[in-house]
């Protein structure tokens, strides 16, 4: 795969296909000093709201149709949303899908796999474990493989992100983003203290009422903790990528639990690399 394969005009393309599947996710406008920060102007692009609860609904129906489905679906091995995505995409297209998931995968985004109607097959501790067992399904079924993040229609259908951000931020200065390279903890926690993830997390729910998941939250960590620090006046737009977590117990009085930050917080280091980049570190992209 080459980056010369991802372009404007395929990723515009991609989006004109898709855009009947996905969600439009809004914007929220905030200031700097709204956190305790110097002050700027804050766009959260929140794809937590996206269909699945992840920006990852978008390369999951780019691949669904953009490729050729075979009669034994589509399989893919995922920590989590991408498995998700690919599960609820499947499922509106009426396509088979296999998801394969490592056993330390959350039980929300199991849940969410398996509410979709994908075959779920839990398997090994590690997520290079599920992509293996998923690329001998797709040898033995022929059953079309869904890459979390190699894969070029994946990639347009991210990028399709960009794109409507674009259109409803235009004047942006900055953009935050939280990029892969080797699992979710396995790239926050090079940049950022689960503490740092866990602030941003709280801070977005107490004042905003955002409920992200750690790594929806590794953009936002990034203005809070100071690795990133706007001019008085410069708008900053961070993508809110993920909102798969149960950190607020609507069952219990829609309260927010430290223990139960950190017990997320535990599960992710369990991972440590055994998840497709899902929103791990965080990119500055200065326009």
Known sequence: MSSAQITRD???AAYELIRLHVRRTPIVE??????????FNLILKLELLQHSGSFKARGAFTNLLTRVVPAAGVVAASGGNHGA????AA??????????VPTVASPEKIERIRGYGADLVVTGERYADALAASEAWAEESGALRIHAYDQVET???QGTVGLELEEQAPNL?????AVGGGGLIGGVAAWYSDSAIQQ????????LRIV???GGAAAFAALLSGRYQPKPGERVGVLVCGGNTSVVDFSNGAKTHASNLAHKSRITQLQNQTEEPPCPSTSVSKL
């Not at 000093?33 to 110097?38: E, K, R, S, W, Y």
């Not at 995505?85 to 609820?88: H, L, R, S, W």
């Not at 499922?91 to 088979?96: A, D, N, T, V, Y």
């Open 155 to 157: 990639l347009l259908g």
């Open 85 to 88: 995505a690919v599960a609820f």
């Open 30 to 39: 905030a200031e700097g000093a709204d956190f305790g920060l110097d002050p």
């Open 200 to 207: 941003a997390q709280e801070a977005l729910w107490r004042i």
């Open 173 to 177: 200065d900055t953009l935050l983003v």
């Open 10 to 12: 395929r990723i515009t």
């Open 212 to 214: 992200a998941e750690p």
């Open 91 to 100: 499922m509106k297209l009426e396509k088979p899908a296999r998801v394969f």
